[in-house]
Nanobody, 113 residues
Framework: QVQLVESGGGLVQPGGSLRLSCAAS????????MGWYRQAPGKQRELVAA???????NYQDSVKGRFTISRDNAKNTVYLQMNSLKPEDTAVYYC???????WGQGTQVTVSS
């Protein structure tokens, strides 16, 4: 079965950092693009960052220069390094494999002083 499990969320102060992880299983991870999305209360889910099987990346404008998406194919894991966090980054962050229509259950990121 396809499974995506996010971890690494938590409560941080503005300007702080977190590293999110998404452990994937049930498919040939290295062949597929992966992405991170987020959803804040009362708002729609939005793309944060994506990475292709070849390692090309793209980012939501609001996180460019602050977030970095990466993947370790040997570990079937996607990461999102989040630096210089802002209160507006507060959301549940979800891992996604678009070609399979697969989502994780999310990990909460709260940025607050």
């Amino acid at each position: 079965q396809v499974q995506l499990v996010e971890s690494g969320g938590g409560l941080v102060q503005p300007g702080g950092s977190l590293r999110l992880s998404c452990a994937a299983s049930g498919f040939i991870f290295k062949l597929l693009a992966m992405g991170w999305y987020r959803q804040a209360p009362g708002k729609q889910r939005e793309l944060v960052a994506a990475i292709t099987s070849g390692g090309s990346t793209n980012y939501q404008d609001s996180v460019k220069g602050r977030f970095t998406i990466s993947r370790d194919n040997a570990k079937n894991t996607v990461y999102l390094q989040m630096n210089s966090l802002k209160p507006e980054d507060t959301a549940v962050y979800y891992c996604n494999c678009a070609p399979l229509g697969a989502w994780g259950q999310g990990t909460q990121v709260t940025v607050s002083s």
